[in-house]
T-cell receptor, first 114, second 114 residues
Framework: DGGITQSPKYLFRKEGQNVTLSCEQNLNHDAMYWYRQDPGQGLRLIYY???????QKGDIAEGYSVSREKKESFPLTVTSAQKNPTAFYLC?????????????FGPGTRLTVT | EDKVVQSPLSLVVHEGDTVTLNCSYEVTNFRSLLWYKQEKKAPTFLFML????IEKKSGRLSSILDKKELFSILNITATQTGDSAIYLC??????????????FGTGTRLQVTL
């Protein structure tokens, strides 16, 4: 079955620690995205990647970093510089050829930093 | 700054009722508007609207776009408890053939009770 997987589902960390969230897709999509979702707010774009070895900052990139070494994988690191890291993180992917805006989402990772 | 506003923020209805969810937008470059349903974790795609006045329909759900007044509505008729979810609206800029950078609204939380 094709889809997007994120791990872990729940993650707990102490303040000051960096943490990496995993995102893998087997949909053969070129583009991948990371969003953050807070209660009462919509999805906010952190980073996106159109192709391997290339990525761009989204609207709230400060305190986050990404890499795109493989087409299938787009891990997100939440660094200690992120002031409010506790949130629900969603990864998505989409095609780039043809007129398609539909993004396919993973099940998300809920990060709690204390 | 692009802005997408959804209303109401939350809604409780009885099974069998008809509901209308609203999405208005202020964006510099508009191409399409998308609706997603988020039940627990991963948002799933419902509709993409590009042309004004043309209704998209899927079962009990339908949606229409008004590009002159800059809004869209999502209608759900004969609601069921399985319709309980957060409904997200997003707008997409003109297609560049690469990543689709969506701007999401805050979502409408719908609860359908027996």
């Amino acid at each position: 079955d094709g889809g997007i997987t994120q791990s872990p589902k729940y993650l707990f960390r102490k303040e000051g620690q960096n943490v990496t969230l995993s995102c893998e897709q087997n949909l053969n999509h070129d583009a991948m995205y990371w969003y953050r979702q807070d209660p009462g707010q919509g999805l906010r774009l952190i980073y996106y990647s159109q192709i391997v070895n290339d990525f761009q900052k989204g609207d709230i990139a400060e305190g986050y970093s990404v890499s795109r070494e493989k087409k299938e994988s787009f891990p997100l690191t939440v660094t200690s510089a992120q002031k409010n890291p506790t949130a629900f993180y969603l990864c998505a992917s989409s095609k780039t050829g043809g007129l398609s805006y539909e993004q396919y989402f993973g099940p998300g990772t809920r990060l709690t930093v204390t | 700054e692009d802005k997408v506003v959804q209303s109401p923020l939350s809604l409780v209805v009885h099974e069998g009722d008809t509901v209308t969810l609203n999405c208005s937008y202020e964006v510099t470059n508009f191409r399409s508007l998308l609706w997603y349903k988020q039940e627990k974790k991963a948002p799933t795609f419902l509709f993409m609207l590009t042309s004004s006045g043309i209704e998209k329909k899927s079962g009990r759900l339908s949606s229409i776009l008004d590009k002159k007044e800059l809004f869209s509505i999502l209608n759900i008729t004969a609601t069921q408890t399985g319709d309980s979810a957060i409904y997200l609206c997003a707008v997409a800029p003109p297609w560049t053939g690469t990543a689709s950078k969506l701007t999401f609204g805050t979502g409408t939380r719908l609860q359908v009770t027996l």
